[in-house]
């Protein structure tokens, strides 16, 4: 016991984390990031850790626009959407296995509604676990059950219309779904319709799976909803919330890309309908002083860590030649008040991931094509230095499909 106890002591020791990475250039990428407690002391007596990030895999996968990643623990299985299509041409999904190590290979590939750019996993109450994804250009939402098979067929696709272009014609011209996530008791799946001025709301069928349309959240005209989170007070199991949902106390962040607005909703669940209600309690620009974007600037993602909320800034160039992230704080009613803005360490951050420790960022931005790790106070909220940098594939061009198109820890 005493050899074991001075061996788990021993100091210096290197720690990894694997993140990947899509890009729209075909490829999907492993990266390591490793940590090694530096020989220094800080003033504080503290070490000061040294990052490393590297590329430890690289494959050819997930068709022509490799576009969002979801990593299963449980299996090892990242699902990854491919952007390329629409409605009448197909795009795929493909489940890649994740050794350890970061090592990538290919599970199965199958045929979906074109234009995936987001997917999530969700389960019936016995355990059984789904995808479902939402189709930008295809203007859809389809669902597959898991695990992924290279004969595995849809279980619902939902096609969207609009009768007519919406307040922003040039991007409101047809029903663009964006995101697809859960609620907080995992019952509910939503997804923003940018097209559409829409958060689409469905009830997951317990004993089946399978989708059930609830009425969907009307959004102001012209907001483009892009993503969104939730909000529930502290820290609860999805279960606990199942049994008190009635009155567990829930708030809906959207943001919208066209109106660049974060909107506070409160949320209800309505026990005779099961389904959800909304009441819109805040719209702001996260930006200082509540002041709009530049013109040149669009938001992209929102994430929460209790209880500040951070969104990405496309193009605003406020750190020159970079771009932002916005925090903001949530008070106990879930309020929002801006703080400040720092680098998102490249340009374009379409997408950035909170690690599970709560103390790094991993920023991918899209057009400067790197992952910036950045660091983050798990007290405070604030985001700081660079602690690590690495440039994957080729750049984009801004307001093209090109670049680096998502990044999440394992
Ligand atoms: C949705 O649209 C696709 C592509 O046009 C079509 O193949 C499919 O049958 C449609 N599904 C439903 C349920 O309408
Ligand atoms: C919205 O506000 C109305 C009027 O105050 C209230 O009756 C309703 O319960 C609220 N709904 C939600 C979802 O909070
Ligand atoms: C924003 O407000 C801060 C104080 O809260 C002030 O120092 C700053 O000048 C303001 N900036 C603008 C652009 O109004
Ligand atoms: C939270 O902030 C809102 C809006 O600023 C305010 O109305 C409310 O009183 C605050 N609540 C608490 C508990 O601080
Ligand atoms: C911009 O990002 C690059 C790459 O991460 C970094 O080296 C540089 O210091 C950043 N500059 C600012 C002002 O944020």
Redo the contacts with the bound molecule.
């Keep these: 016991m005493r050899a074991l106890f001075s061996v788990l002591f021993l100091p210096a020791l290197a720690a990894a984390s694997n993140l990947y990475v899509s890009h729209y250039n075909g490829n999907v990428y492993s990266l390591a990031l490793t940590s090694i407690p530096g020989p220094q002391d800080r003033n504080d007596g503290s070490a000061a850790v040294k990052y490393t990030l590297s590329q430890t895999a690289a494959l050819k996968t997930c068709g022509s626009m490799p576009s969002w990643l979801t990593f299963d623990a449980s299996t090892r299985v990242l699902y990854c959407s491919d952007e390329s299509g629409s409605r009448t041409s197909p795009g795929s999904l493909t489940a890649l296995a994740a050794a350890a190590d970061g090592r990538l290979s290919e599970i199965a590939k199958v045929d979906t509604i074109g234009g995936g750019v987001n997917n999530v996993i969700y389960n019936r109450d016995d355990g059984k676990k789904f995808i479902a994804i939402a189709h930008y250009e295809g203007s859809a939402l389809s669902t597959f059950p898991l695990p992924l098979r290279s004969n595995t067929q849809a279980l619902q696709t939902f096609n969207f219309t609009l009768s007519k272009p919406g307040a922003v014609p040039s991007r409101q011209d047809a029903p663009h779904p964006h995101e697809v996530f859960l609620d907080p008791t995992g019952t509910f799946l939503l997804s923003p319709d940018l097209g559409s001025d829409l958060v689409r709301v469905y009830r997951i069928d317990p004993s089946s799976g399978s989708l059930k349309t609830c009425p969907a959240l009307k959004v102001t005209p012209g907001t483009g909803p892009r993503h969104g989170v939730f909000w529930t007070p502290g820290a609860s199991s999805p279960r606990l919330l199942r049994q008190k949902r009635s009155l567990a106390e829930t708030v809906l962040y959207v943001v919208g890309e066209l109106g660049n607005k974060v909107t506070a909703y409160?949320?209800?669940y309505d026990m005779q309908s099961d389904c959800l209600?909304?009441?819109e309690t805040q719209a702001l620009y996260p930006y200082p002083n509540g002041t709009a974007l530049p013109s040149s600037a669009t938001v992209a993602e929102i994430r929460l860590e209790q209880p500040y909320l951070y969104i990405s800034i496309r193009s605003d160039h406020a750190f020159p030649p970079n771009d932002s992230l916005a925090t903001l704080s949530l008070n106990t009613t879930g309020a929002v008040s801006f703080q400040r803005l720092s680098s998102s360490f490249g340009t374009v951050p379409r997408t950035f991931a909170i690690n599970k420790q709560g103390d790094l960022v991993a920023i991918g931005n899209q057009a400067s094509s790197n992952v910036a790790i950045v660091q983050r106070d798990p007290h405070t909220g604030q985001l700081g230095d660079e602690v690590a940098n690495l440039a994957v594939g080729e750049p984009g061009t801004v307001g093209a499909a090109e670049g680096l198109s998502s990044v999440i820890w394992e």
């Design positions: 409160s949320v209800s209600g909304f009441n």
